[in-house]
């Protein structure tokens, strides 16, 4: 036992205190177990934990040290506590996307981001709990039970990616991999006070991750601060052979967080702040970063998505299509759960899908079936590919205006378990978030304090050109520095959680 409380230290904390010997990378890892047996229970956002992988990281960094090298000679996250979503493989673990279909399933390969992260000197602390096949807003769909927001254990921590933000918000992981794809980094980010980037669609492998949507899906990191998430980025971005859709990155993210914003053009859409549903703290918290950004020396623009409105149509058209495809693999023959006692083959592929997929999963595979049926595909699933290509168009040319856009990242913040049971109601918490998945671009979930009626972290979303993320990193380290750092009060459970006179300031 260390004793010893290394939560709200960031990646860059961790290796000056490495390098100074302060303490050793098997004392961080102790301490982040320690502090995950204390209250995990409470927050579940851990599927399965892996200490002795963690504690052979970590010697494996103590011993570089020994022999004299540096932290950043060893690698960008040396001695770095992470945590992975549970639809990413590493092998030895389980990889359970939160499913029944697949709680028995131990990974035999490890994933592209995964080995990167580790290979760059992280201490693998576990698998992290997520909505079933990342079909979710909440975490609520996980098959092993929600996760809790640390800020409230009361509300969701957001999803799919919910288990991944509340590590990072808890003080479990120092950072954590996630994947997006309709907003499954960015509003879990957002409710839980914490940085979340979704790269551009590319930049970060998918080989070894289960995939949603296809075309769709991207990995990307947590972290309490824009350093921490840009540093991690550098570690797992850039082609892989295993992905044809990977690219190779020329841009060393992590140098951009101290190139400011002045003279930058920054897209404001008005039309975003006035839409239906959004609740006034997150218009006020939406507009009071636009004002810090324009004190910074930034030119703001007005700028028109005249074909946005139409994505969360296409989204939900195109990511049931695509998820009915990639499910179908779950055939109960070759991997997953299933049930005994099938009359043939025919009644042993439906009682074994019926009993191993949630409500919502196997609600997204019927639609996804209807949608790509003989007579409906040419009604459904062409047009809304036509409004796509309008969309990133949309993108295209209001990036040929501006640097960066600025937006809200959800309608509210953090809602109370079950208070949201309507399907199509939690669909609209991703209304902001969708488009750029849509596009492919690339987007920032940066919290901004805490809002003045909830009480609640809220953040807003700064989204760049496809693959210039090196934008979205400078302005959202540019407007950090005008916010109380929230992730890193790692707030323990039983105590009073701090809060910012006023809400957000």
Same mark, same amino acid.
């Given at each position: ?20 010997? +302060? ?21 579940h ?9 963690a ?10 040290l ?12 040396? /001695? ?46 576990g !698998?992290?709990n997520?909505? +079933?096949?990342?079909? /979710?807003?909440?975490? +609520?769909?996980?098959?092993?039970? @929600? ?17 991944s ?14 994947s ?34 296809s ?5 990307? @990191?947590?972290? !309490? ?9 550098d ?6 052979p ?46 009071e ?5 324009e ?10 998505? @005249? ?73 459904y ?13 949309d993108y295209?040319?209001?990036? +040929? ?10 309608p ?23 488009p ?6 690339? /987007? ?15 953040g ?23 916010? @109380? ?14 809060r910012?006179?006023?809400?957000v300031r």
């Amino acid at each position: 036992m260390t004793g010893a409380d290394y939560s709200s230290l960031g990646v860059a904390d961790i290796q000056a205190g490495l390098a100074a010997r +302060e303490f050793s990378a098997c004392e961080l890892a102790r301490a982040a177990f320690e502090r995950i047996e204390a209250e995990d229970e409470h927050i579940h956002a851990f599927l399965e934990t892996t200490f002795e992988l963690a504690l052979k990281a970590a010697q494996r960094v103590d011993e570089a040290l020994g022999e004299g090298l540096v932290p950043q000679q060893i690698g960008a996250l040396a /001695g770095v506590p992470i945590a992975f979503k549970d639809n990413m493989n590493q092998a030895q673990t389980h990889t359970t996307c939160a499913s029944r279909m697949l709680k028995d399933y131990v990974a035999p390969f490890t994933a592209t981001c995964v080995s990167k992260a580790l290979e760059a000197g992280a201490l693998p602390l576990g !698998k992290l709990n997520m909505d +079933e096949f990342a079909f /979710g807003s909440s975490t +609520e769909t996980s098959s092993f039970g @929600p996760t809790s927001n640390p800020w409230d254990l009361d509300r969701v921590p957001g999803g799919s990616s919910g288990g991944s933000a509340a590590a990072v918000a808890a003080g479990f992981a120092t950072v954590a991999l996630g994947s997006d794809t309709g907003g499954s980094i960015r509003q879990p980010a957002s409710f839980c006070g914490v940085v979340g980037l979704k790269p551009t669609y590319g930049v970060v492998s998918r080989y070894g991750v289960v995939a949603f949507g296809s075309s769709l899906d991207q990995v990307g @990191p947590f972290g !309490k601060t824009v350093a921490d998430v840009a540093v991690t980025l550098d570690a797992i971005a850039g082609r892989d052979p295993q992905d044809c859709t990977s690219q190779r990155i020329e841009a060393r993210f992590s140098d951009f967080l101290d190139a400011g914003v002045k003279g930058t053009r920054i897209g404001v859409v008005p039309a975003f702040l006035e839409a239906k549903g959004v609740e006034a703290e997150v218009v006020h918290a939406t507009t009071e970063a636009i004002a810090h950004l324009e004190e910074l020396g930034a030119q703001l623009v007005e700028i028109e998505l @005249p074909n946005a409105a139409a994505a969360l149509a296409a989204y939900y058209v195109i990511g049931p299509c695509e998820a009915f495809s990639n499910l179908s693999r779950f055939d109960s023959v070759r991997y997953g759960y299933r049930e005994d006692g099938g009359r043939d083959l025919g009644e042993q592929y439906e009682q074994s899908r019926a009993h191993g997929f949630g409500p919502e999963t196997v609600r997204r595979i019927m639609l996804g079936s209807y949608l790509l049926s003989s007579g409906v595909y040419h009604m459904y699933y062409y047009p809304a590919q036509q409004v796509r290509t309008l969309i990133t168009q949309d993108y295209a040319q209001a990036f +040929e205006q501006v640097d960066a856009l600025i937006t809200p990242v959800s309608p509210r913040a953090a809602f109370k378990f079950g208070e949201i049971a309507d399907p199509t109601s939690m669909y609209l918490s991703d209304i902001f978030t969708i488009p750029i998945n849509i596009a492919g671009n690339g /987007g920032l979930s940066l919290p901004v304090g805490l809002g003045k009626t909830s009480g609640l972290p809220l953040g807003v979303q700064i989204t760049g050109p496809q693959f210039k993320d090196e934008n979205i990193i400078r302005v959202a380290a540019a407007l950090e520095s005008c916010y @109380p750092n929230i992730a890193r009060l790692a707030p323990s459970l039983g105590e009073k959680r701090a809060r910012f006179e006023g809400g957000v300031r």
